[in-house]
């Protein structure tokens, strides 16, 4: 008798994707993933529910829901899901306001992630989704050494690209070096024990690398002028620059402070998605696009007295959908010129609530000259110019074209860029770009720039409150309002990540399937 085995008998059956996972998991196939597939008892009792927005917490949203049978519509005003989570490709379009739609003319195969681009290796309901969806990830190299600080201004050490571990060396060699004096001259005796101290400055030789006289002086950490090799080929070290040219040429100030390795989010390990971080999305719509109208604009929010009712324009006019319950993902920018009959308190928190302004532009170049020239491979250059960074690619290291995330910015910068047409951003990123790498003009093939708070249907990079804020209008918005839940990431405290989407969007099923029980 021909024998089928456990994995080819569930592909051959189509049940590999997404649902058969549990059964996977259950008949020990697969290894648990760090977080959990959502478990929920009881059944749906043919409840219908309207989802506002295929985002990733939308489609998170309807996937959960499905699991359990619940009958689900997903209303889209893009032609595409996925929302945020979005990677530009040939071809791939955007709209702002009051400007015309933009087409990316970006090679095939090249592509870069208008949004998100790393998953921290905390973020476990991402990591996870990625497993139960088949998505492959692999890493994201946020920290380089050998990308480049380039500070504007008129320091000595300024207008020039220097390596991040030059400046990071000698900073914190002279802190290190600073502070066994203070421990010497015994400034610090109150604080320390003789013993305590003697361990600090020993911790401190090493943390700074001070020489046996206890100062900061060349060391190979910083890299090599002449790099080490054959017979008499020692190595030629460069003297640290001096401290007050860094803190004369803005090195040491907030634009500069390392934040890859001090903050939560941005340590190593981080991962993306292998091919571009919408093949997150495109996992999920795998699942739902059933359920998902495309090019379904919401314009109207109704709680009644049975349950809701919701109208949307397309292209062949407008529509009217009843359901039992509907979750809202629309981002708040946008919500607030919608039409809806919520309370006072949620009309207004959503009216209240403001988003960060941020802008990427993805500048495709011929040569991988950054690798090629320079030997920086992926991490991100820092500035304190209108660019903020540029993002180096973490994938096809050593291929042949590639694009760097030109500028990556926020706030102010992001607001005046966002101001600029496209080619003027173009025109900013190449010539600001070309102070650090010469080789722009050169090699330079096409340009796409998306600004997230004059995108349409965004309105924003991600949910900012301050913490009075989080005590009244976040407050106001956990809450269903009647019929109406509300989801996405800015009903979390993980703004700016896709796990805040995907929190959410549990937290909400969760809570949509306790009413169904109850009733
Ligand atoms: C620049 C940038 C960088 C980021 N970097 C990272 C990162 O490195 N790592 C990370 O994990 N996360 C990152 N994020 C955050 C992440 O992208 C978001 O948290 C997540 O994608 C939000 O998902 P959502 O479903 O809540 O919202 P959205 O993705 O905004 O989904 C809302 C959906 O509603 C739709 N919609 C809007 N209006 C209407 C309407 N009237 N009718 C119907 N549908 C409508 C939209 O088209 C959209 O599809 C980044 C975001 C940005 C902008």
Known sequence: MKTVSRRKFLSHTGMLAGGIYPAMLAMGM??????SPFQLDGDAKGKHVIILGAGLAGMASAYELMKKGYQCTILEARERAGGRCWSVRKGSVNQEM?????TAGLDDGLYFNAGPSRIPHHHQLTLHY???????????????????????????LSNKKIRAREIHNDRRGYMSE??????????LDAAMTKEDAQ????YLRAEGGLDIDKLYKASARRGYMEEPGAGEKVGRIADPYKLHDIIASGLMDPDFYNVAEYTYELQMTMFQARGGMD?????????VGQFIKYHAEVSSIKNTDAGVSISYKDSTGEHKIDGDLCICTIPLPVLSNIDHNFSSDVSRAIDYVSYIQTGKIGLQFKRRFWEEDEQVYGGITHTNNELTQIFYPSYDYLGKKGILIGYYNFNDKAKRTGELSFKEREQLAMEKGALIHGQYPKEFENS??????KTKYSLGGWALYSAEERQTVYKALLEPDKQVYFAGEHLTYLNAWMAGAFESARSVVEAVHKRVQAA
């Open 448 to 453: 796409f720039s998306i600004s997230w708070h």
């Open 98 to 102: 009051g400007r015309p739609l933009q």
């Open 130 to 156: 990625c497993k139960e969806l088949n998505v492959p990830v692999e890493i994201y190299n946020n920290v380089n050494e050998a990308a480049y600080y380039f500070s504007e201004g008129k320091g000595s």
């Open 178 to 187: 600073l502070l066994v004096k203070a421990i010497d001259q015994k400034q």
């Open 279 to 287: 093949m997150i999305a495109k996992a999920f719509e795998k699942q």
């Open 199 to 202: 361990k600090v400055i020993e």
């Open 30 to 35: 697969l290894r648990k993933a760090p977080a």
